[in-house]
């Protein structure tokens, strides 16, 4: 896949809220793989926000089934998941497509019935695009980030500027 096309999401919103995901489930969407950190909720958090549990809810009110797909340690993104009530992928190493595809497996369902979606362009939309879902990027739910991911918000700067999303 051309890098410049593996890094381009297929649709960009501002929050995860914002997603229709009526229309989404009509169009054949039956799985929502869903990064946590500043997408559903706080930058490392420990534990899901009132926020993540009303995304949650309304996700699975549109009929789409939910899975956590998260790079985080395998305790913190389990309690997480746990917390909200649905499955995990843990270590997932997006932007590899490898916890994507696990996700998939794990849910029963092909890669033409799930949505990725994440804050981040050099983890969450690879990794959805190299698994061949469609990928959807939300900004950052909050401003504050560890030091790592503040550091590649330079360069994904630039490449939404190249890319136009
Ligand atoms: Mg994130």
């Not at 009530?85 to 029963?108: H, N, Q, S």
Request: net charge positive.
């Amino acid at each position: 896949m051309n890098v410049f096309k593996a890094m381009k999401p297929e649709r960009v919103y501002t929050t995860v809220k914002m997603i229709p995901w009526v229309s989404l489930k009509s169009e054949g969407i039956t799985v929502a793989l869903l990064d946590f950190d500043n997408t559903l909720g706080p930058d490392h958090a420990t534990a899901p926000t009132d926020y993540s549990i009303e995304c949650v809810k309304e996700i699975q009110e549109a009929g789409i089934r939910c899975c956590l797909v998260s790079n985080a340690r395998s305790g913190r993104s389990k309690g997480i998941a746990q917390a909200l009530d649905i499955p995990c992928v843990t270590y997932a190493r997006k932007p590899e497509p490898v916890g994507v595809r696990r996700a998939l497996e794990m849910m029963g369902a092909q890669k033409e019935d799930a949505v990725m979606v994440g804050d981040q362009v050099f983890t969450d939309v690879i990794a959805g695009n190299l698994a061949g879902v469609r990928s959807f990027l939300v900004e950052k739910l909050y401003p504050k980030e560890i030091w790592y991911v503040a550091l590649k918000r330079i360069p994904e700067k630039l490449v939404r500027l190249i890319g136009h999303f």
